[in-house]
């Protein structure tokens, strides 16, 4: 199950919403309140979801119903994480279809260019576009629908094992290059000197929802895996691999990214265009750069494909495992939903661009939403579930196997788990919010 976690795990997070997010919100200091929210966070509620998954083998309602004691209501956490994975996968599915109609104007070559007004101006005139805008959406979704009714996530799995290797090396390729651009070293200092003046409540709220994004937590989607675990799968480990190659993979891209957009004079703060804007201006200053684009958006796209699968596998399990529905009917159901709610994110750069919640587009709104409120609220929820209904012995239990694994981090593990990922959750919360 390690490649599917990194399959869930690996995504348009790290090559399009990490550099974006930490453009936006001034850089290192950002970078480094994400790295701990990852460790103090992150962690303990992967290992506490994937466990919690494991021992339910089944989808994440069933899951909690099963563990919980009678009558509490707990797999409400789950019904939560189904909202958010409905959420996410509105504008995720739109981003996933602008990397698709990339490879398409990466082959073509019309964004081949180092001015901004260029690759500025090919973006625009997609997101811009309704119809183009929603015909890709659809076109992504339907190939999700594809994969899944075909039984082929699987071998999607596989695939995306294989690549993985080839997407670390390109990108450490535009890495190379991005750093001996003239004026990199201002990009490497914006990414790697900490201005602290920056780092308000809001930008610790978004870092942190960043981790919850980046690990597929607090939303049912590693429970959902977590059921797929092996009885003898060593939980933490797996969980620290995943994180780790999580992390370097966005650091791989933030350097391929920052160094050039200070070199080409690109705006770090451009926000989700960030990605689509400088990296063709790094590819036209490569030899063979056209055919490097190419393969950068295919590898991208099917990255983004193997993140899609996990976060629609968890209304798709609930509906067929809970509510014994087939798993065809299950993911039409899905998708026919999608294909409507998420049109809303496909239009908020046009038709409903001026349609505003709290001056956010519906794009904006469902990724805030599910990033920073719906994620973290699972993730409290899910360590008080493990902190206090479970305790300690049953953890051990179910942690260790019988305590073959993992002895000495059990304690502090539990504790973080009881006490300091809880509290933090929601300090950081009710602070980013503007609650307290
Ligand atoms: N972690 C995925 C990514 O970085 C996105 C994701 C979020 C996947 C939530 C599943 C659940 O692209």
């Known amino acids: ?127 811009t576009e309704p119809l183009q805008s929603l015909l890709w959406q659809w076109l992504v979704l339907a190939l999700m629908g594809g994969i899944l009714l075909m039984g082929v996530s699987r071998g999607i799995e596989a695939v995306t094992k294989r690549l993985m290797p080839l997407l670390f090396i390109l990108l450490l390729v535009i890495g190379v290059r991005s750093l001996t651009l003239p004026g990199a070293s201002e990009g490497l200092h914006f990414l790697f000197s900490p201005d602290f003046s920056k780092v308000t409540a809001g930008v610790v709220l978004t870092a942190m929802g960043l981790a919850f994004f980046k690990l597929s937590i607090g939303m049912g989607c590693m429970m959902t895996y977590g059921s797929y675990f092996r009885d003898d799968q060593h939980i933490p480990l797996t969980t620290v691999r995943v994180m780790c190659a999580d992390l370097f993979v966005s650091m791989l891209a933030g350097i391929a990214i920052f160094p050039a957009v200070f070199a080409f004079g690109f705006e770090p703060s451009a926000g989700p265009s960030l990605l689509f804007i400088t990296i063709p201006a790094v590819f036209a200053s490569i030899p063979f750069g056209h055919l490097f684009m190419v393969l950068f958006f295919v590898l991208s796209a099917i990255a983004a494909t193997g993140a899609m699968l996990s976060i629609l596998e968890v209304p798709v399990s609930v509906l067929s495992e809970r509510f014994h529905m087939s798993r065809t009917r299950a993911t039409l159901i899905n998708l026919l939903v999608l294909g409507a709610v998420g049109s809303t994110c496909a239009l908020s750069s046009s038709t409903l661009a001026d349609v505003q919640v709290g001056g956010k587009t519906f794009f904006d709104l469902f990724d805030f939403v599910s990033s920073n409120v719906l994620m973290p609220l699972g993730g409290i929820f899910l360590c008080l579930f493990v902190g206090w209904v479970w305790g300690f012995e049953r953890m051990t239990t179910a942690l260790t196997n019988g305590g073959k694994l993992a002895q000495p981090i059990l304690r502090p593990l539990f504790f973080i788990i009881r006490y300091v990922s809880p509290l933090l959750i929601l300090v950081v919360m009710l602070k980013g919010l503007g609650l307290f």
């Open 1 to 127: 199950m390690l490649a599917a976690t990194l399959g869930s795990a690996v995504g348009l997070g790290n090559i399009w919403k990490f550099p974006y997010l930490t453009g936006e919100n001034g850089g290192a200091g950002f970078l480094l309140v994400y790295v701990v929210a990852t460790l103090l966070v992150g962690l303990p509620v992967m290992i506490s979801e994937i466990m919690l998954g494991r021992e339910a083998r089944t989808d994440a309602v069933s899951g909690l119903i099963k563990l919980a004691p009678k009558g509490q209501p707990w797999w409400l956490i789950a019904a939560m994480g189904v909202s958010a994975a409905f959420l996410i996968m509105s504008f995720y599915s739109e981003v996933a279809a602008w990397v698709f109609a990339y490879i398409f104007k990466a082959a073509s070559g019309e964004i081949l260019s180092t001015d901004p007004a260029v690759t500025g101006a090919a973006f625009n005139s997609l997101i």
